[in-house]
């Protein structure tokens, strides 16, 4: 009797080293986790930190290997697989460091937020090097799932089930949306893989054109959503201002990063022949997006909340790099999101490290004065806002840069203008908060407390925006030639 | 066309109309349990189909995990719930006239998209029938583990989160949850769970005569 009437070869383990890395460690994360006191969980809080460390090494070693396809095509690893997945081990690594304070004092469990992390981070690894449907799929799952989790952690807080909830049902119809796109490209094309739809589409009769524009539409709709881009960015502002400071850090950066992994692999690998009707559609997103994120931001009094429709803002004017469907706008868009994970980063990083002195901080009012309670945190926070707001010598102002060109190289000059005029728009809040930290009367006077390791990492956070703005030229150098 | 056909079609356009209208008796239904249990009639008929696609083991796999394991406890869960349903009817009406046009123009997108003249019989062969001795399962497990196994992790580790996730959302803190420790339990003697106190005798107080009256 034969067993396995089709065999296949062994897969390529070393190109999944990471992930198997990263899986077994979050296991032995669990496990010790339950076992040692609660007065110790430095053990675990460490155990994690050094497996990121560990998976981080892994990924910079495996950079230069050339592109190849493993588990039967299933898996992908590339540069931009591989450019993604160590910002976003290293964004994690912050988090968990900036985090650790805040959840001690929360009285939050600490073990479990450090293992849903991780395990949202291996979803976020599966999905930028997916080269199917399924594994894309899942890993967005595994990617949502924790998040939802951590969100609700916070068992005593009504806002934070509501948060939850939102997020929950938001990511289950997204996810549903997408799907359905997906099946009616699985229906027209027989295949799941992403090399061989994208042949199939491209060689497709006209007769099947309307189905695959159809599906286009749902997949665009379901990677929008994901990303909080307007019209389907009503969740974001409210997981924001509900859930606890440290996972509003863990949604805000990291998943981001995420979700142009997905667009890269749904519409740039799998429908480059539709990139016209792809664009199109991520022109009107973009142009919503930015008017949006930028206008509502202004009128907010919750920090939280306006870093939210700023992240709107954001995606918006990443989608501005994606929809140049050139090689130069993909790395454009790269380039922009990282630098964006970096801002986002160090910007909700404050309010985590603020909040350690006991009080949760939301407001923009509570920033009052930060500049003589804690002169050094007040600059890197202006550093960060500036960046965000694209102001120069920092890396926000080349990131914005690249975009624009990218979008003036395809002829869209018009669009081009519009995002720089909101730009400038989206500027005045940044300042604003500047405003308030500088020339403001404190009304809580004490200095800030927080760990010696917690101001190294805003240190260092803070002034990558600055280095990165300076010499740009190897991170940008790294996104264009990943395509 | 032969009495087999005939046979199939009838099948088909029964479980058909039996799911469109167990969904929408699923939405419109007022009790809950009445709701979930058209869910669970929903999903028998999809089994229906299943089978006459001659996916025979996931439609089995439907029944028993759907109909049997996550139905069974949803229905538990719904019966302990006290649902006032009454504010959420208020807002449907107030919400419906936009649904109809969303799902009107969703419904019109959907049936042009998978109209006869993009999947129909003359793009698509019709299917050919398995030979008898075709096994569903032995080819689902031939792939299952080798050309998918990538997608089969995942989805195990997808179940470790949820596991996670749920035990640590449901768990009360360390102080509030109840331990049985059997160990120690069996090993109880009567000193530990009873004290014998000596106490002086009493004299008998009666009740005063004003707490008598106000009685």
Known sequence: MVFFPNPIPVPQLSLVLPEIVLLALTCVVLLTDLFIPARSKIISYLLVQASLIAVAVILILQFHWPTTYTFSDMFVFDKIGSLMKIFMVGVVFFVFLYSRGYLRQTRLPQGEMYVLGMLSLLGMMVLVSANNFIPLYLGLELLSLPMTAMVAMNRGSGIAAEAAIKLFVMSALASAILLYGLSLLYGTTKSLDINQVAQAVATMPNSQYPVVILSLVFVVIGFAFKIGAVPFHMWVPDIYAGSPNSVVLFVSAAPKIAGLGMAIRLLVQALPSMNIEWQALLIVIAILSIALGNLVAIAQRSFKRMLAYSSIAHMGYMLLGLLAANPTGYGAALFYILVYSIMALGSFAVIVLMSNSGIEIENISDLQGLNSRDPWLAFLLMMLLFSMAGIPPLAGFFAKIGVLEALIGVHLVWLAAYALIFAIVGSYYYIRVVKVMYFEEPKITDPIQYSMEARLAMSVNGLAVLVLGIFPGVLFTLCQRAF | ?215
């Open chain 2, 1 to 215: 066309m032969t009495i087999n056909m005939i046979l199939e079609q009838i099948v088909f356009y029964a479980a058909a109309v039996t799911i469109v209208f167990a969904g929408i008796m699923v939405i419109g239904s007022r009790n809950p349990v009445r709701g979930a249990l058209f869910l669970v009639l929903a999903f028998v008929a999809s089994a229906i189909l299943w089978i006459l696609l001659e996916a025979e083991f996931l439609a089995l796999a439907l029944i028993f995990v759907y109909v049997g394991a996550v139905m069974t406890l949803f229905l538990f869960v719904v019966m302990m719930l006290d649902i006032n349903l009454e504010p959420m009817k208020t807002r449907f009406v107030r919400y419906l006239p936009l649904g109809l046009l969303v799902m009107a123009l969703v419904l019109v997108l959907v049936i042009f998209a998978v109209a006869p003249q993009h999947f129909g019989t003359a793009k698509y062969a019709v299917p050919q029938h398995a030979s008898a001795s075709y096994s569903n399962v032995k080819e689902l497990g031939s792939v299952l583990y080798t050309t998918y196994m990538y997608p089969f992790e995942l989805a195990s580790v997808l179940l470790l989160v949820a596991i996670i996730a749920a035990i640590s959302l449901a768990l009360p803190s360390s102080r509030k949850r109840r331990l049985q420790r059997p160990g120690e339990q069996v090993q109880v003697k009567r000193e530990d769970r009873l004290r014998m106190v000596k106490m002086q005798a009493e004299k008998k107080i009666l009740p005063s005569r004003k707490w008598l009256k106000k009685r």
